[in-house]
Antibody
Framework: QLQLQESGPGLVKPSETLSLTCNVAGDSISSSSYYWGWIRQPPGKGLEWIGSIYNSGNTYYNPSLGSRVTISVDTSQNHFSLRLNSLTAADTAIYYC?????????????WGQGTLVTVSS | QSVLTQPASVSGSPGQSITISCTGTTSGVGSHNLVSWFQQHPGKAPKLIIYEGGKRPSGVSSRFSGSKSGDTASLTISGLQAADEAEYFCCSYAGSSAPYVVFGGGTKLTVL
């Protein structure tokens, strides 16, 4: 049974870089045919796809976030990570990691429980 | 960038049917049927209920159905139940050279 668990700081200062990790149990990232991604949701607001990675190297990012985002995989730890730099209050959100099929099918079927990140000084 | 517009809220009584619309722009809903729908209860992660416009993942009730007409995708819930009260989000594939997905703003369903 697949389990996804986000981990990282709950509070980050403006202008700093956020680093989150999604630990994967029940599937092997290195041999999986799935994509691994991040989606966020500001408190009380809608969902925003951040980006996804496939086959440990092919990355796809939301154009609205530009070059602020990096998603990577650590196959030795069986986890994948999100780095988001130049943080502002607008980046305050619940961050979810997801496993999904080909991006164009939008089968975000497996989700972590989410982790709240607050950007504040 | 594509924009998906949903009504802020809809409501219905138990047993009734409701429809939630999702209207897209640019290279979104109108050009393909790559639309998914998610249900989210308060404090929970979203749940995929419809993909590729009208397909249901295993375990999702047949009371949920999806369709599309022109630039508008729709989610219909028949035989409304109290447990259906939740936020619903549409999501569309958008982009060609740089693939990405975009979500609608969400619709709050209230079961009266």
């Amino acid at each position: 049974q697949l389990q996804l668990q986000e981990s990282g700081p709950g509070l980050v200062k403006p202008s700093e870089t956020l680093s989150l990790t999604c630990n994967v149990a029940g599937d092997s990232i290195s041999s999986s045919s799935y994509y691994w991604g991040w989606i966020r949701q500001p408190p009380g607001k809608g969902l925003e796809w951040i980006g996804s990675i496939y086959n440990s190297g092919n990355t796809y990012y939301n154009p609205s976030l530009g070059s602020r985002v990096t998603i990577s995989v650590d196959t030795s730890q069986n986890h994948f990570s999100l780095r988001l730099n130049s943080l502002t209050a607008a980046d305050t959100a619940i961050y979810y990691c997801v496993r999904h099929g080909p991006l164009f099918l939008i089968t975000f079927e497996d989700w972590g429980q989410g982790t709240l990140v607050t950007v504040s000084s | 960038q594509s924009v998906l517009t949903q009504p802020a809220s809809v409501s219905g009584s138990p047993g009734q049917s409701i429809t939630i619309s999702c209207t897209g722009t640019t290279s979104g809903v109108g050009s393909h049927n790559l639309v998914s729908w998610f249900q989210q209860h308060p404090g929970k992660a979203p749940k995929l209920i419809i993909y590729e416009g009208g397909k249901r993942p295993s375990g999702v009730s047949s009371r949920f159905s999806g369709s599309k007409s022109g630039d508008t995708a729709s989610l219909t819930i028949s035989g409304l139940q109290a447990a259906d009260e939740a936020e619903y989000f549409c999501c569309s594939y958008a982009g060609s050279s740089a693939p990405y997905v975009v979500f609608g703003g969400g619709t709050k369903l209230t079961v009266l």
